[in-house]
C-alpha cells in the first residue's frame, strides 16, 4: 500500500519518478542546469537617458514614456541641479512610475513611487557647486514595456527664480 501525505523532497520525487539516480530522459531539457549570461551582454545595452527641466515651482513634473518595440531595465536615477548660488536655494525630488504591465487599477491610473531624493542643498553657497543626488536599484533593475511611464517630480522647492535640473535615468535598452 502506498503512502498517504508523503512529503516530496524533490523535483522527481515530487512527480512519483525513480531513475536510480539519474534524470529520466523525458525530464533532461526541462531540469538542465542554465547560466544566465544576462549580466554579461547587458553593458552592451546599457545607456543613460537624460531630461533637461527648468524648475519653478513644486509639483513639476518631467515624463518620460517607453517607447514602442522597446524594454527597458532601469538600474538607476539621478537629479543633477544647476549651480544654486544662495544657500537658501534647495529642492527635493521624487521618482514615479505609472501603466506597468499587470497593473491592476481597477481602471484607475496607479501611481507607485519608486524613490524619493533628500533635499538638494547648495553647501555654504560655494560657487559652482552642483547638487546632486542618485539612486540604483539592485540588479537586475526594474522592467519598463513598452508604453509605461517613469515621472520625475519636484517635491517641493524654495520660492526663488527657476533654474535648470537635469533627470538622468540610467537604463538597459532593449527591443522587444
Not at 544647476?82 to 534647495?90: D, E, H, R
Not at 559652482?128 to 515621472?151: C, D, E, H, R
Request: hydrophobic share 40%; aromatic share 10%; proline share 6%.
Amino acid at each position: 500500500m502506498g503512502q498517504v501525505n508523503r512529503i516530496p523532497s524533490g523535483f522527481l520525487d515530487l512527480l512519483g519518478v525513480e531513475s536510480l539516480g539519474r534524470n529520466p530522459p523525458l525530464f533532461s531539457d526541462a531540469i538542465s542546469p542554465i547560466a544566465d549570461l544576462t549580466e554579461f551582454y547587458a553593458g552592451q545595452t546599457l545607456s543613460i537617458h537624460t531630461e533637461d527641466f527648468v524648475t519653478s515651482a513644486a509639483q513639476q513634473q518631467v515624463v518620460v514614456r517607453v517607447p514602442s518595440e522597446e524594454t527597458w531595465f532601469l538600474r538607476g536615477v539621478s537629479v543633477q541641479c544647476t549651480t544654486l548660488l544662495p544657500t537658501t536655494m534647495w529642492e527635493q525630488w521624487s521618482f514615479v512610475c505609472q501603466d506597468l504591465a499587470r497593473n491592476s487599477t481597477g481602471g484607475a491610473t496607479a501611481e507607485h513611487t519608486l524613490a524619493v531624493s533628500p533635499l538638494l542643498l547648495n553647501q555654504g553657497g560655494a560657487t559652482g557647486v552642483q547638487p546632486q543626488w542618485g539612486f540604483y536599484f539592485p540588479q537586475p533593475g526594474l522592467a519598463f514595456t513598452s508604453g509605461s511611464i517613469i515621472k520625475a517630480r519636484i517635491i517641493e522647492r524654495d520660492a526663488l527664480a527657476g533654474r535648470t535640473t537635469a533627470c538622468n535615468f540610467l537604463i538597459n535598452r532593449y527591443n522587444s
